[in-house]
T-cell receptor, first 114, second 115 residues
Framework: GNSVTQMEGPVTLSEEAFLTINCTYT??????LFWYVQYPGEGLQLLLK?????DKGSNKGFEATYRKETTSFHLEKGSVQVSDSAVYFC?????????????FGAGTRLFVKA | NAGVTQTPKFRVLKTGQSMTLLCAQD?????MYWYRQDPGMGLRLIHY???????AKGEVPDGYNVSRLKKQNFLLGLESAAPSQTSVYFC??????????????FGDGTRLSIL
């Protein structure tokens, strides 16, 4: 079945460092891809999304490009801040009979040190 | 601007007790979901609903029941709580749009401990 695999954490970076969190997926069709972020004590919230191949989603300095040829959707940020410390989830929207469900990766925890 | 609201936020139960978690959304979304989040396992889908009066099983449905009597509410019930159900439970909703490109909107979670 369809699945999402993302790099294990935790990832620890110093402030202003470059961030990459790898995400690859398996899907039979053409899913939409998402990155969600979860801050401590809160639910997940959408960070960015891309709905077709070669689309680039971006928000708050984060970017990810839908790469169909490598089935990847890696999250990047050029200069992280302490406030970016959170858990990041890669996800895809999977079609099934009757509608859509979202399949989430296991999450990658990011720590940013001042 | 409430979005998705979950009640209660915290609860401690004894093994064998029952309880209901309530999820309410004010965005007129068709789809609603219940997940559990455990360390190192990401989010696992328990049950979901594609509209008022409908429910379906997700990845880990055993030990849980759900109801969607009103479009805005999705209830998750534990009939006889077990320690293995200690977890953080999240409710989410999304609009029904062709292409599946709408994100899910999450509540802040219910932390449930079963002793």
């Amino acid at each position: 079945g369809n699945s999402v695999t993302q790099m294990e954490g935790p990832v620890t970076l110093s402030e202003e460092a470059f961030l990459t969190i790898n995400c690859t997926y398996t899907a039979t069709g053409y899913p939409s891809l998402f990155w969600y972020v979860q801050y401590p004590g809160e639910g997940l919230q959408l960070l960015l999304k891309a709905t077709k191949a070669d689309d680039k989603g971006s928000n708050k300095g984060f970017e990810a490009t839908y790469r169909k040829e490598t089935t990847s959707f890696h999250l990047e940020k050029g200069s992280v801040q302490v406030s970016d410390s959170a858990v990041y989830f890669c996800a895809l929207s999977d079609q099934y009979t009757g509608g859509f469900k979202t399949i989430f990766g296991a999450g990658t925890r990011l720590f940013v040190k001042a | 601007n409430a979005g998705v609201t979950q009640t209660p936020k915290f609860r401690v139960l004894k093994t064998g007790q029952s309880m209901t978690l309530l999820c309410a959304q004010d965005m007129n979304h068709e789809y609603m979901y219940w997940y559990r989040q455990d360390p190192g396992m990401g989010l696992r889908l328990i049950h979901y609903s594609v509209g008022e009066g409908t429910t379906a099983k997700g990845e880990v449905p055993d030990g849980y029941n759900v109801s969607r009597l009103k479009k805005q509410n999705f209830l998750l019930g534990l009939e006889s709580a077990a320690p293995s159900q200690t977890s953080v439970y999240f409710c989410a909703s999304t609009d029904r749009v062709e292409g599946g490109n709408q994100p899910q909107h999450f509540g802040d979670g219910t932390r449930l401990s079963i002793l």
